[in-house]
């Protein structure tokens, strides 16, 4: 949304008057409006400030943790503090922060970094609230929306898929689909995330389940889903094709994938397989089919993919499997890289008949895994991915974070997505998910041209 010059105007007189009391012209500018759509750049500038000055930024929010089952939405709240430029400006895209809830320049960084205020309910809103401060007096206010969920956005059950769910366009023409691969949506992530975001850019987007794990006695939240990771259909996914291709407003010529860690594999998978894949990106991917697990699975015995009833070829894992699971029962931190790379390291040929044919898919792909991956080797392979890729001549687009680990799902402006990450590594998977995200949506937009309705 753009503002024009009189709505910015409007803006910033909101925002002096809205702070009691100043008789200064301090203003916070909101130069792409006072509403944005969650995970687009937030531009942000405070003007009229006393050159050279110390402000205090504050930040806060009403969040849900989507990660905890049943929690409350509570508010969220950030710190920063920033030295005015000559000028009496602060820019948040610019202006480093010298101090508080982060530091450095990131123009999310007030976002990524909230942390729950209190264990209080809130009411769900997408407001954001932002105060300036000097010498502890407020000195400016302003409020925005970071809208989660664009207008339109309704989702419906697609009756022949347990557990998918489609979200279209309303009115008339063709649009292109982005089906989102995952597990079970029992925690929403998809729904009131993922998925709002793909559709505010144009697209209909179809979530399509593929398992949810179960352990133990208890119940499966969506019946008639594999309830371990083991023989996973890659084939399944042509029902779901079959069934968009019906609706009347789905581009069935304009399908793209995208998925995340084992469905990350299960995406590269599939496009190797079918002709109607036009576009996919796969986020933290394996570059071979792995050996199933769940409930009562002995090691070394499953395959994690099957195609048309038969088991695909895996590399299996180490003995160590056992003792870093176990470490997950306990609550404690586990490294599940190291039986995997273990694994791989003791069966190179079980990885040639493992490895996934990625030359074999010739349309558009973009692949994004980090170095410090603790699950498994993202970094590493993705960048055998572009090698196998560019060895038949085809184009991928390669991101490899030296710094970041397994979760570049976000948008770099969630703080629930990092809050269960060690204090030191949440900037550095912030900012590896706010670019992984940007390239995301360019890279399908140049893939699928969601403008275009035919």
Not at 15 to 23: K, N, W
Not at 117 to 128: L, R, Y
Not at 162 to 171: D, K, N, T
Not at 380 to 400: C, K, P
Request: glycine fraction near 10%; proline fraction near 7%; charge should be negative.
């Amino acid at each position: 949304m753009r503002t024009t010059p009189i709505g910015l105007a409007i803006l910033a007189l909101a925002a002096s008057l809205a702070c009691a009391g100043a008789a200064s012209a301090q203003n916070f500018e909101l130069r792409n409006g006072a509403v944005v759509s969650a995970g687009d750049p937030v531009d942000i500038a405070i003007s009229g400030l006393p050159p050279g000055s110390e402000v205090e930024v504050r930040a806060q929010r009403a969040l849900k943790n989507h990660y905890l089952p049943g929690a409350p939405t509570r508010r969220h709240t950030s710190t920063a503090r920033f030295l005015a430029d000559e000028n009496g400006r602060i820019d948040l895209a610019s202006t480093p922060s010298i101090g508080g809830s982060y530091q450095g320049v990131d123009a999310n960084g007030l976002f990524w970094s909230m942390q729950p205020a209190n264990d209080e309910p809130v009411p769900a809103d997408d407001e954001v609230e932002l105060q300036a401060f000097i010498a502890g007096k407020r000195v400016a206010s302003v409020s925005f929306e970071l809208q989660t969920q664009p207008p339109g956005f309704r989702v419906r059950a697609a009756p022949s898929l347990p557990g998918s769910y489609f979200a279209e366009h309303p009115g008339a023409g063709k649009r292109p689909v982005i089906i989102v691969v995952s597990g079970a949506d029992n925690l929403a992530v998809s729904r009131e995330s993922l998925m709002p975001q793909f559709f505010a850019k144009g697209y209909s987007v179809f979530h399509f389940a593929t398992y949810e794990i179960i352990f133990g006695p208890s119940e499966p939240t969506v019946k008639g889903l594999p309830t371990r990771y083991v023989d996973i259909s890659i084939d399944k996914l042509q029902t779901a094709y079959d069934w968009l291709a019906k609706q009347p407003s789905v581009d069935d010529d304009r399908i793209g994938l995208y998925g995340h860690s084992r469905n990350g594999a299960y995406v590269l998978l599939a496009a190797t397989r079918f002709p109607w894949v036009k576009a996919v990106a796969a986020i933290a991917p394996s570059d071979v089919v792995w050996e199933g697990w769940g409930d009562g699975i002995r090691l070394g015995t499953t395959s994690s993919y099957s195609w048309n009833g038969k088991s695909l070829p895996y590399v299996p894992y180490s003995d160590n499997w056992f003792r870093e699971t176990s470490k997950l029962g306990r609550g404690q931190p586990a490294r599940l890289r190291t039986p995997m790379d273990e694994g791989r390291w003791a069966n190179p040929d079980r990885v040639a008949a493992a490895r996934i044919p990625v030359e074999d898919y010739a349309g558009s792909l973009l692949v994004a895994g980090g170095e410090q991956d603790n699950l498994w080797s993202a970094g590493h392979m993705v960048q055998n991915i572009a090698e196998s890729r560019a060895a038949g001549g085809l184009e991928t687009t390669l991101l490899v974070f030296p710094d970041a680990g397994h979760n570049l799902t976000g948008d770099g402006q969630n703080p629930v997505v990092l809050l269960f990450e060690d204090e030191a590594d949440r900037a550095v998977l912030a900012r590896a998910q706010a670019r992984t995200w940007r390239t995301t949506l360019k890279f399908f937009d140049q893939a699928l041209e969601p403008g275009e309705v035919k």
